[in-house]
DNA sequence: CTGTTAGCGCGTTCAC
DNA sequence: GTGAACGCGCTAACAG
């Protein structure tokens, strides 16, 4: 038998083998413990068979979760997954699509710091998750206006007047956009939302908590903050306890993601949820699917309620 | 100028390339926008630069944390992290494993689930990480045990004198030794360590909710708790504020692990914290340095107090 | 229709 | 500083 049969069987193709060879090099293949080499399939057909992922931080919950998500979904397409994590630095993050693109990932999945960067894809199809669409990339955002101004509408149904935003950094994934829906939320309904009353950190509780402690002893009339992330809120719902400040009484929060972390807080966060299945489902398909879909392509997200709105008293 | 000149001049190495010429080739590369490929370079060299890392679940904060130190060593050290999520399945686990081995990653990190299992590690330099060892494997584990018994032991300093285990799953990482760290300290304290003062959960948030309900309605002359996670513990937190149990006052918690989750939850955590760092560092060394060492290698842990206890009401 | 041969892909390295 | 062999699997072209 040749390697050219052995490929053939592997590979299920693209001729046939008589079922009796066919189990020749089954039977060969178990004796000596052949197992094709991925390095040398991947230079051949030009694919590494493998996605990459790039994000901020793994080890917040809300990335966890999304790269749980990929994983899991790319394993079961016999797709590795290449995981970067961008340390929320830019520069690294360029670093990161750059040597995964040399890896000849199949697929980039990128959560990017920055709106604007541009990096050489090299025909790597790549998709932009939660970030504004890039002329002739694709994207996938959640509807992160949208879900910001049902968060503060939320609020304001509750009689809520000073309405504060805990915002993440300019340029973060998702972050400029939930903020344009906290203004114009505030402008419909005829409230201030002036720059005082908006405050930003990266996405992690210490600095939600720094720019909570900051938020809370500047402006204490504040009755109720619209939070980007939910890690940000675990920490000013740390800082509000600090403070003395009883959520939801005095403060009223709703956050964004809708993770584990909302539901196991105290008091549990009500939040715009992000269907995570449905967006890994769509960056992959989006990747991986032919053609690739150009242009953005926007997911709803829902309100969940719990208790740090003030609803279930 | 030939190919091996540029191979020379990318690699800086194996041998001298005249100033001169260095800098034609760095031209040239910058006009073509030449990068090399790493498929071939990994064919060639019959090595990925690639790590694979296994674990049950990435969007635990402890799992993520080390996920994220490891991504960014290995990044810095040239290497790509391939990441596999295991589900919290002793199947998929054998299966992401064998897959990261026909890749040919360089080493492989893996927290099993399964103590006992054997996959095919054909070669590849493996290590496992919070796990008892294996014959003729590498093995990094952080002094559970040790770390069990000190926490129990603060507890017992506290007073508390019906002390329940709220441990992980039989098998998985670290859980049987904390769960033998919990027993050695009760009885070292002349304690009792019933079978019906310890539960089991997997380390999840819901997973240690359901287990703590179960625990402490069953139970309630219990006066404190060491669970062998964050995670659970942010499970028991809830489940004690719907009991209206307070902590510490009425129950004291000790939990394992120090992430984040342990700093902001309310109360604060005190818990036996590993150090990610040094994990990170070992297991990188372990997998990537030669000889990879064979056996054990046990790290230190350290009780940091917070409020969970009951050191500073 | 089944099996074999030969060349390709792309860096690395050594003898010249 | 250069030419060429090499690593390993894939597949088009060829032979039986």
């Known amino acids: 038998m040749s390697t050219a049969v052995v490929s053939y069987v592997v590979n299920s193709g693209p001729r046939p083998v008589a079922p009796a060879t066919r189990q020749r090099v089954l039977d060969a293949m178990a004796a000596l413990g052949y197992r ?38 790319a394993f079961t397409a016999g797709y590795g997954l290449l995981l970067g994590d961008s340390n929320n630095d830019p520069e690294r993050e360029r670093a990161q699509v750059e040597s995964l693109v040399d890896r000849q990932v199949d697929g980039l999945i990128v959560l990017s710091l920055e709106p604007g960067s541009t990096v050489e894809l090299r025909g790597t199809p790549t998709v932009y998750l939660d970030q504004r669409s890039r002329p002739g990339q694709a994207s996938i955002v959640i509807d992160n206006a949208g ?16 309405i ?12 400029d956009d939930r903020a344009r ?11 201030e939302s002036g720059a005082d009353l908006s405050v930003q950190a990266d996405y992690s509780r210490e600095g939600g908590h720094a720019a909570a402690r900051d938020l809370l002893s500047r402006r204490p009339r504040v009755d109720a903050v619209f939070v980007a992330s939910d890690v940000q809120a675990l920490g000013l719902l740390r800082a509000a306890r600090e403070l003395g400040i009883s959520v939801p009484q005095d403060l009223a929060v709703v956050s964004f993601d809708g993770t584990a972390d909302a539901v196991f ?6 939040a715009v949820e992000q269907p995570l299945a449905r967006i890994a489902d769509a960056a992959l398909s989006a990747v991986l699917g032919q053609p690739p879909p150009r242009g953005r392509q926007q997911i709803a997200v829902d309100l969940v309620i719990r208790r740090s709105c003030g609803c279930t008293e």
């Open 265 to 270: 807080s105290d008091p549990p966060l009500t």
């Open 164 to 175: 504060a935003h805990l915002g993440g950094l300019a340029g973060a994934p998702g972050a």
């Open 36 to 73: 094709p080499n991925a390095a040398a399939r991947a230079l051949r057909l030009r694919r590494a068979t493998a996605i990459g992922l790039v994000v901020p931080d793994v080890s917040n919950t809300y990335f966890g979760a999304l790269a749980r998500e990929l994983s899991d979904r």
């Open 147 to 162: 879900g910001a101004r049902t968060a503060v509408e939320h609020l304001v149904g509750h009689g809520r007047r000073r």
């Open 181 to 191: 829906g906290w203004r114009e939320a505030l402008a419909r309904a005829g409230l």
